[in-house]
């Protein structure tokens, strides 16, 4: 079973990227399990249709076995199911408990090894420094990591810092697939972002383009797959999924994140 985590700052492509490989591989008759750990429950918007009904966090509070999959799931589109964590309203209480409230969940009910899925994709924010963002690494659920970044230095800076939870969480079996460039200025090159994959030890998996059609798909709230399925984006998107089923995680060693002052050096 493919179990694959795509994480990045705030802002940076994550669901784009998260949902746009829960539709391709649904499309190709995988059964998909999505997964959206954000407080904003927004991960799942663009294959449901619409925002989620219910979210983890609803169901805390209740006793242990209360809560079952069929209460916590949505079907989306081409059959992918849709579970977000969900968080507590703005300013009051921690994004992340409900991160690892889902996972826990996921664990107690077996969602992955009885739910007959073939991939599973989770979708998270990325600060990796909470624990409860980190779950899916520490629990194991999480194989394949997918770093998206952009060109700008905060954005790499996240991704480094995603890369040493990935050395931490390495004895889980956790391994890093690779970066995933997402360019915000037009005319820019990815050649930072393929920098700091050389000094991680990793490589960029794919470059998503400057695409219109990916705002246009989040206007109609669907995928761009869905969308425009021709477009530049959507055949990058198919192709970093095909990428994703050759890499052999047995085959990855941890990543070499940087120190602060070496990363830094770098992106002068």
Known sequence: MERIAVYGKGGIGKSVIATGLSAHYAIGGRRVLHVGCDPKRDSSLRLIGHMP?????????????????????????????????????????????????????????????????????????????????????RQGFARKVVIVASEEPMALFAANNIARAVVTYHGNGVVLAGLVANLRAAGQEATLVERLAGALGTRVLAVLPRDPMIIEAERRCTTVLDHAPDSAASRVLRELGSILDQVDPDRLAPPTPLSEDAFFELVR
Do not use: W, Y
Request: proline letters at 5%.
């Open 53 to 137: 009904k219910r979210t983890v966090v609803d169901f805390v509070g209740m006793e242990p076995g209360a809560v079952t999959a069929s209460r916590l799931l949505e079907q989306g589109r081409h059959g992918v199911m849709c579970l977000e964590s969900g968080g507590p309203e703005p300013g009051l209480g921690c994004g992340g408990r409900g991160v690892a409230r889902a996972i826990e969940i996921m664990e107690e009910t077996d969602l992955l090894e009885n739910g007959g899925f073939d991939v599973a994709v989770f979708d998270v924010l990325g600060d990796v420094v909470c624990g409860g963002f980190a779950a899916p690494l």
